[in-house]
């Protein structure tokens, strides 16, 4: 193993989603909770990830309840599917952020939804109240389903909203600078609290916001949060290779992941940029039993509680394609020979990549007439992400092969039963991490995320 190798960590993350998680009968777990506006049930997730060794809990955002195609909720809203409950983020990091000393959390806020001044104000608080541990996952919010709360801002094509989101970025880190090193000066004696000549307006003129500045309160511990995005777009990835330090990867195969990263990292170095210190995280399921066939048993077991209706209704949107009203015993040929024409492009976002996943699926066994039921049921059990299935030692593995070949930097684990899949993961699969070298130790000081990461300026 070269130094080069030897001297990467591995970053760990926690997926704090609910009812559903990427599996999509997450809350039907025997072993989960299910009253997600408790807060301690929150705290304690969070003092557990700490404990365990993860570097982050990642907080993801939707602005409206899960909706599919032909603006159909219900169906996600009975059972419970992923997002069903969706907290302020902003609120939920606060309360997790003042349980733990360091732990780093990612807020994911909306560009597209949200104005600047407030985006910079709300990050710079949580970096204030958090001391240095916060990133923000920068969305643009893109579908119809998330406009329909916000009637009074224009519906904004792909193209606008990244538009948007850069002149977003470039307000708030004015902003966040707005304020010079020693502006408090707090002499009761003088009467003097702040230094007017180390505090300055900002005077932005852009394409589509105009503001004064100077932000209300000075910059955080961290100066300004770490920014991560999720894009994997043409103009996703350029977006990620300007502002970003950490990329958020939902692939299928260490192939995805190694040519995601290497290509934003290219993308990076061209503007000049430090391709080393950009980091990949993708989203994983472990599925860990005492023995091999134990966890084969439970991976089985996961499937059963997916229900049908709510699998059937995700991979619509996944693939642009209603296949609500199909028998599940249809051939998933049949349904999409049917279902193509004009009106077959409204896939999720970036869910284009939902068809070379099927592909890989049907190549599995080419041979089996594989049904829309069959289908449904492999999207809804982990959102296409890897899930990987076996004793806590062959779960390292698959973790350890990816992170060496150089496919990633780290994982977002996706819980099969919340919390409880974060407890079983740290307790099981972290140690045998962290004997190999690959993750830190427990801290015994605080630390921001910026240290954690190794991203110091």
């Known amino acids: 193993m070269s130094s080069s190798v030897a001297k990467r960590r591995m970053f760990l993350a926690g997926y704090i989603l609910v009812p559903g998680s990427h599996f999509a ?16 049930l929150f705290k304690d997730t969070a003092i557990t990830l700490e404990r365990g060794g993860f570097d982050l809990a990642f907080i993801p955002e939707s602005l409206s309840v899960t909706t599919g195609l032909n603006d159909d909720y219900e169906t996600f809203l009975k059972h419970g599917a992923v997002g069903a409950i969706r907290h302020d983020p902003s609120q939920l990091v606060c309360l997790m952020a003042s349980v733990t000393r360091s732990l780093g959390f990612t807020v994911t806020l909306s560009t597209t939804f949200m104005e600047p001044y407030h985006l910079a104000r709300t990050l710079s608080t949580l970096d204030h109240f ?17 406009g329909h709360n916000f009637g009074h801002f224009p519906k904004l094509t792909s193209p606008e909203s990244y538009d948007r989101a850069e002149e977003t970025l470039e307000i708030c ?7 010079d090193p020693g502006a408090v000066v707090a002499d009761k ?19 589509q916001f105009q503001l004064r500045g100077p932000l209300s309160l000075p910059a955080g511990p961290a100066g300004e949060p770490i920014l991560m995005s999720v894009g994997v777009s043409p103009r996703g990835r350029d977006f990620s290779a ?15 992941m190694f040519e995601l ?37 439970r991976a089985h077991y996961l499937d059963e509680i997916i229900h049908p209706d709510v699998a059937i209704a995700f991979l619509s949107g996944m693939i642009g394609r209603d296949a609500t009203g199909y028998d599940p015993e249809t051939p998933i040929d049949d349904v999409l020979e049917q279902t193509a024409g004009p009106s077959s492009n409204r896939a999720a976002v970036d869910g284009g990549a939902a068809f070379p996943w099927l592909d890989r699926i049907r190549e ?23 899930r990987l299935v076996g004793t806590p030692e062959q779960v390292a593995d698959q973790l350890e092969s990816y992170f060496l070949e150089g496919a990633c930097d ?26 190999r070298g690959h993750v830190r130790e427990a801290a015994q000081e605080p630390l921001t995320l910026r240290q954690r990461l190794g991203l110091q300026s």
């Not at 009968?25 to 301690?40: A, I, L």
């Not at 780290?410 to 004997?435: A, K, N, Q, W, Y």
Request: charged share 30%.
């Open 189 to 207: 004696a003088s009467g003097v609290y702040a230094d007017t000549g180390k505090v300055h307006t900002i005077d932005h003129t852009g394409a």
């Open 25 to 40: 009968g997450m809350w039907r777990h025997p072993y989960s909770e299910t009253d997600f506006c408790d807060p301690d």
């Open 410 to 435: 780290g994982f977002v684990i996706t819980p099969t039963h919340f919390p409880g899949s974060f407890d079983e993961f740290s307790r099981s699969v972290v140690p045998i991490l962290r004997e």
């Open 173 to 179: 880190r004015k902003l966040w600078q707005s304020w």
């Open 261 to 297: 990263r290497a290509d934003v990292r290219r993308r990076a170095a061209e503007r000049g940029r430090d391709p080393e210190k950009i980091f990949l995280l993708t989203a994983v399921q472990p599925v860990i039993g005492e023995t091999e066939e134990i966890a084969r048993a």
């Open 242 to 256: 300007k502002w970003v330090d950490v990329i958020f990867a939902i692939q299928a195969d260490a192939k995805g």
């Open 130 to 146: 958090s001391r240095g541990r916060i990133s923000w996952n920068v969305v643009t919010s893109a579908g119809p389903s998330n």
């Open 364 to 386: 599995e066994d080419e041979t089996r007439t594989w049904t829309l039921k069959d289908i449904a049921i492999r999207m809804a059990r982990s959102t296409s992400t890897p």
